[in-house]
């Protein structure tokens, strides 16, 4: 096979689809060996966080497989939409996959991560219809509307409500009326549940940061950090790269890829101030990054960027070796 030929099939949906299968398989695997562990943070405001949504591991497991892919083929369609890369290729959805795979206990259990990722992501999409449209109040509308519904169970939607509200400045759509249908949109899923009486306010209560040396063991705290940080830098590195070639894109293109860089920033400062939870923000870190590598790599088709695409992804097949050796 040519090597023009690799690169064009990692970048292809039938890559796409090779990584999704190799995730879904090595994740199985790891949860039959018993190389899932349990997630039990519970940081909801008002109601249970996710992962005790599903007492039955085996259909915890399948729900969050599904919803990861999900998660994928959201992207694939933001990217397709609204034409982020200037490009079709669906390399950067793989790739998540594979990183949420490089972790078993991450992809191996429905859990606040997981739904924060996809809440998220699908909040972009009315989101970004707004561009310079500030009469669409009502996607403004849903779009705050489905992350603070989110905070019900995960106090850290708070700090994505605040990136969505910097994100109006750079879709050009905020005024009053923009505002006003935030806020509504905010308090919303709280005055429905409060009408049912399903919250009270003794249902709330601060979040406790805990050291991440007492909250995890020092085998899985090593892996955490080294995966977590390798994300950091490979997210950081790929994005300045990419900045370079966004600023010759059009205003529209520019401030959706300077949406996602706000997003990024700010699960950057949540892993920081929060790492005691940093599994939680793990998803939605990938989710970053992965579409910053994806980025360079469609814009920097070189005839053998597959060496160093496949370098990455044998990195996170050595994560996962380690993972499961734990």
């Known amino acids: 096979m040519k090597e023009q030929e690799i690169t064009r099939f990692l970048h292809s949906r039938y890559g796409f689809l090779l990584m999704l299968m190799v995730s879904l398989a090595g994740t199985v695997a790891a949860y039959l060996t018993g190389a899932v562990d349990a997630l039990t943070i519970d940081t909801g405001f008002g109601l249970p966080s996710a992962n005790d949504w599903i007492s039955n591991p085996d259909i915890s497991l399948g729900v969050n497989l599904t919803l990861n892919v999900g998660i994928a083929l959201v992207l694939i369609y933001i990217n397709r939409r609204f ?59 849903l779009a705050f509307c489905i992350i603070s519904a989110g905070s019900l169970t995960d106090y850290a939607y708070a700090a994505y409500i605040l990136a969505f509200l910097i994100g109006c400045f750079q879709m050009q759509c905020f005024n009053f009326k923009a505002l006003l249908a935030a806020g509504i949109g905010m308090v919303t899923p709280y005055w429905i549940l409060w009408g049912f009486g399903l919250i009270s306010a003794d249902d709330f209560a601060l979040p406790e940061f805990v050291n991440i040396f007492n909250a995890l063991g020092g085998r899985e705290i090593a892996l955490l ?72 790599f469609a814009i920097n088709r070189m005839m053998r960027s597959y060496i160093p695409i496949l370098t990455i992804i044998a990195i996170y097949i050595l994560f996962y070796i380690w993972s499961i050796s734990i």
């Open 225 to 296: 950090l080294v995966y977590t940080g390798f994300n950091l830098f490979l997210g950081t590195g790929f994005g300045l790269f990419n900045m370079i070639k966004v600023y010759g894109y059009n205003s529209r293109t520019r401030s959706y890829n300077g949406f996602l860089t706000v997003l990024s920033a700010t699960t950057v400062v949540l892993i920081v101030i929060d790492y005691a939870h940093l599994n939680i923000y793990l998803p939605m870190l990938n989710c970053c990054t992965a579409f910053q590598i994806g980025h360079f």
């Open 83 to 141: 034409n982020l890369m200037r490009s079709v290729s669906t390399l950067f959805a793989g790739i998540f996959l594979v990183m949420q795979g490089a972790v078993p206990s991450v992809m191996g259990q429905l859990y606040d991560g997981t739904v924060i990722c996809l809440l998220v992501t699908l909040s972009i999409i009315p989101f970004f219809t707004t561009f310079q449209r500030p009469e669409r109040t009502r996607r403004i509308f």
